[in-house]
């Protein structure tokens, strides 16, 4: 069954195309997995470096995944060779890392505040929000 998880929780989403050609488009990448019936091309672009670039080709059932890197690895495409593995779904425990980090990186915007408010205060201000930092601008 598709929904099966792995030891760590994970369960397959769907292809890892790495060696992706800057300029390749979602639709040749659909075309190339068209016999798998992909439900979603996602394509990830490195904007400092184009050896970085890679997609996921999301693809259900799970079992097509395999097929489809067994049968499609090394595949040419514009130019490029294609290297594929399969594309797993976070982990719980990532999740929830994750989850933490995000919560800890929360921003605040504070408005209308006395202009007389010295910079101490406003750290006393922002501090009550758990901010680690913050940045003041009179722009109105």
């Given amino acids: 069954a598709d929904d099966q998880r792995d030891s760590e929780g994970r369960r397959v989403i769907g292809v890892k195309v790495k060696g992706v050609k800057r300029g390749t488009t979602h639709q040749r990448l ?16 490195d904007q400092a470096d ?7 080709v999301f693809i259900e059932p799970a079992e097509l995944c395999q097929q489809a890197v067994d049968k499609l690895s090394g595949t040419i495409l514009d130019g490029h060779q294609l290297s594929m593995q399969l594309c797993y779904s976070w ?3 990532k999740r929830e890392r994750e989850h933490s980090k995000r919560e ?5 915007m504070v408005q ?4 007389g408010l010295t910079p101490k205060e406003f750290m006393t201000l922002v501090g009550q929000y758990k901010n680690k930092g913050a940045w003041a601008s009179d722009e109105v």
């Fill in 30 to 45: 659909t075309q190339l997995f068209r016999q798998y019936n992909p439900t979603h091309v996602n394509l990830q672009i």
């Fill in 91 to 93: 982990s719980t425990k």
């Fill in 104 to 108: 800890a990186e929360l921003w605040v």
């Fill in 112 to 115: 209308g505040f006395a202009a």
């Fill in 50 to 56: 184009a050896r970085f670039d890679f997609a996921i």
